[in-house]
């Protein structure tokens, strides 16, 4: 799950991390009202969307960036404006940008560097790992492809948290004055503790800045959590802005499923995750591109199955699907009874690749055959790949 900035600044500041003060505006009025009550000179008016990249996004047709500074009340507004109720385009929403419902007012600072800082799960390490860089501000993906040098990492036990040591290692090879060391080892490891005690799956802060008084500060912050630790953390929950969700992903959430929307024309429905992996790459080796992951589990029911169904052809963008089943706990006799039931209850009107095997398979292609269902039919998951994307083609 993600959230918005205005959001992870307000948890990160429970945990003691430093932040700017800010106000949350959904009307130009209020952004004025904002900027006056914060009371500093210079504000920053930023759009508040589940993306990055908002800093050099623009609204398409005035130019509006998604972060610009206010020096007055007026301009505030008239930032705020031209942003709340359009659309943003950045480098993560793609061409069709996301809508502005909300901006963030935030105090100004005095700011001497800008750096880097992230915590992330690291899958090879075992654990979480501390990543900075000198390099903030910008685009993180390009400088750890160009100059992977400038990054920099410190693996943590989540239940010791990071060392002081580290901190302050972390701190030297940065190039901080001596004198912020103690503040950046308080940062750190007060990150560190958010992160963890969070359930988060990932915490970014880009720009980092240390300010000309020598302190650090989270200039920005991103934040998304493990989804399977929600039930702990009511408050984190309660964030969940469904505005910034793929309506298809909230619906499949609610069903049990897990739905990810991608830009193809060939919609999957696969039982495991790995599965669904090996077969979009497979689409995408001969020829296609993926519509979706979607990933029904172990334990789907029929009426989750046809769910299923009806999310992915809820896109219209969908011109032939494939469904790739390898009954362990599922059974190839439940897909195949969906397969029916969809078929009548909401039909077919693209190719349907069919690739079972497993656990009652032969009971599941019995069921396929006698329903008289438009099925093509495939053997190894190679054949399936190979089919659905001529299938695909053709309509």
């Known amino acids: 799950m993600k959230i918005h900035e205005f959001q992870a600044k307000d948890l990160l500041r429970a945990n003691g991390v430093t932040v700017l003060a800010g106000r949350v505006a959904r009307t130009a009025e209020e952004a004025a009202a904002a900027f006056t009550a914060l009371g500093t000179p210079v504000c920053a008016v930023k759009a508040q969307i589940h993306a990055g990249g908002r800093g050099k996004g623009q609204v398409p047709g005035s130019g509006q960036r998604g972060v610009e500074l206010a020096k007055t009340a007026a301009d505030a507004e008239r930032i705020a404006r031209a942003l709340l109720g359009n659309t943003l385009v950045t480098i993560q929403t793609g061409p069709a940008g996301q809508t502005v419902r909300q901006v963030f007012v935030e105090s100004g600072c005095g700011i001497d560097r800008e750096l880097y800082s992230a915590i992330l799960v690291d899958r090879a390490a075992g654990s979480p790992v501390l990543v900075a860089s000198t390099a903030g501000g910008v685009n993180i993906e390009e400088v750890a492809a160009k100059t992977p040098e400038l990054i920099l990492s410190e693996p943590f036990d989540p ?20 004198a912020s060391w103690r503040h950046a080892e308080t940062f750190f490891r007060r990150l560190c503790v958010a992160f963890v005690s969070l359930d988060a799956s990932l915490l970014e802060v880009n720009p980092l800045v240390l300010t000309k008084e020598g302190a650090l500060v989270a200039l920005d912050a991103k934040m998304t959590f493990d989804d399977n630790a929600l039930f702990r953390h009511a408050d984190v929950a309660a964030l969940r802005d469904a505005a910034e969700e793929e309506p298809a992903e909230t619906r499949a959430a609610a069903a049990g499923l897990s739905y ?33 992951f979607l990933d029904v589990g172990g334990g789907a029911d029929v009426k989750q199955v046809t769910e299923a169904f009806r999310i992915i052809l809820s896109d219209a963008n969908v011109k032939a699907i494939l469904v790739n089943i390898f009954g362990g706990i599922m059974r190839c006799t439940t897909i195949a009874t969906a397969l029916v039931e969809a078929s009548k209850t909401i039909g077919f009107k693209v190719p349907l690749v069919v690739r079972l095997e497993g656990t009652e398979v032969e009971e599941g292609k019995k069921i396929l055959a006698a329903s008289g269902t438009a099925i093509i039919t495939a053997d190894g998951l190679t054949d399936a790949a190979k089919k659905v994307v001529a299938a695909a083609s053709k309509a």
């Open 159 to 178: 239940d010791r948290g990071l060392a002081g040591w580290q901190a302050r290692l972390l701190a030297s090879k940065l190039g901080l004055p001596t």
């Open 260 to 292: 990810v929307k991608l830009d193809g024309t060939i919609g999957c429905l696969v039982n495991g995750a790995g599965l669904a992996m090996s077969t979009m790459d497979l689409v995408k080796l001969h020829g296609g591109e993926p519509a979706n």
